[in-house]
């Protein structure tokens, strides 16, 4: 009846504006990345240099794109150097209205995190051209939900374990010379991109040394393998959170870290993996951030100078939202220690 009154054309552009009028009260006001730089660095960040892993898309594009506006030169670092040089092109592409040339700042590499020698290769290349490093995003990160199967490193260790964390401590470590040389603002800043899900890391009262522990690791029939896979995904942000903790204690005089949760549900191509996922995103991104958004509480950690170090933070503030049985002070210097014993090892017997 009312479609014959109005029109089914006139019917259909209603919905749309009123769908599209419901949507945009439903997304929250985050604030994006450049309004962090105007609150934080107002006078930019011109003479810096920064590295972003994961570059190529996501929260680390859009992180690599508000360093570069903000005047720092970004190193781009992603697996592969073919998405690595396009994520550059997109860069100056949307910075080309800049007075200054933006070509000059932005620069590639390929590592890939889950091959140790690839990150020393990464790791030679950036300090045969630069002294120090001013920020360091470890952005990079492997979701996995949906794979079904535990997939392992060419070292033998589980693969988000491997990339999210193992690979992100191997890459700081050959860059200490770089990040505890005192910076243009000040120490280096680390920022961590860890995440809320780091709570779906069960709590064990087992070592951290016996993580992934064999119960996780162990076929599963579906939907059990989803389960597995956000607890070995959260397992590795966990690690991601215990490590910046460590790292501010053990170098804490020379660099500031601090891991972040950038948002949750964004829509990356970390989560299109699998129809479920891909399907949840959807029905959820009314309530999530855009991946801009997302890139707001990196850039927040990296400019904000009233944080001193060890924080984890969450929509810019800090947050104690973590599980406090785990993260402890004990359980990140074993982690430690357990992951330094690990490469050790894999660069022995490599
Ligand atoms: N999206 C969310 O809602 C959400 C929520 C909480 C936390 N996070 C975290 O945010 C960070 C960025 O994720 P995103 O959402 O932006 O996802 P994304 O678009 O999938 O970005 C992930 C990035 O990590 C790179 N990467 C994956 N495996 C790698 C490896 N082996 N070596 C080097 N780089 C590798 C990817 O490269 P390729 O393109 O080559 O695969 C990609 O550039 C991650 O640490 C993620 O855990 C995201």
Request: glycine residues 6%.
């Amino acid at each position: 009846m009312v479609g014959g009154v109005l029109g089914h054309r006139s019917l259909s552009i209603i919905t749309a504006l009123v769908a599209s009028i419901i949507y945009s009260r439903l997304r929250k006001d985050w604030p994006n990345p450049q309004e962090m730089v105007h609150r934080h660095a107002p006078l930019g960040l011109n003479g810096t240099v920064t590295i972003v892993t994961g570059a190529n898309s996501g929260v680390g594009l859009e992180t690599a794109r508000s360093m570069v506006r903000a005047g720092s030169t970004v190193i781009l670092a992603c697996r592969s150097a073919a998405r690595c040089q396009a994520a550059a092109r997109n860069i100056e592409r949307s910075e080309a209205t800049q007075e200054a040339p933006v070509v000059a700042r932005i620069l590639t590499a390929a590592c890939e995190l889950e091959r140790l020698e690839e990150v020393e290769a990464f790791a030679e290349w950036v300090k045969a051209r630069y002294a120090r490093i001013d920020y360091l995003f470890l952005n990079a990160g492997l979701t996995g939900i949906g794979w079904h199967e535990v997939r392992f490193s060419p070292s033998g260790l589980e693969q988000r374990f491997a990339v999210n964390h193992v690979g992100h401590h191997y890459l700081t470590k050959l860059l200490k010379p770089l990040l505890t040389r005192h910076a243009v603002h000040g120490r280096s800043r680390v920022v961590v991109v860890a995440s809320r899900s780091h709570k779906f890391s069960p709590v064990w009262e087992i070592p951290i040394q016996q993580l992934p522990s064999p119960a996780m690791l162990a076929p599963r029939s579906w939907p059990w393998t989803y389960l597995r896979d956000l607890q070995l995904y959260g397992l590795s942000k966990l690690c991601n959170i215990l490590f910046a903790k460590q790292l501010q204690r053990r170098w804490g005089d020379d660099l500031v870290a601090i891991s972040i949760h950038p948002g949750s549900s964004m829509n990356t191509a970390g989560g299109q993996s699998a129809l479920l996922p891909r399907l949840w995103l959807y029905l959820v991104s009314p309530w999530a951030k855009t991946v801009e958004q997302g890139a707001s509480t990196s850039v927040c950690a990296a400019l904000d100078l009233t944080l001193e170090g060890g924080e984890y933070l969450d929509d810019c503030a800090v947050s104690h939202d973590t599980h406090s049985e785990v993260d402890t002070e004990a359980r990140a210097a074993d982690l430690w220690d357990y992951t330094e014993n690990l490469l050790n090892l894999k660069i022995s017997h490599s």
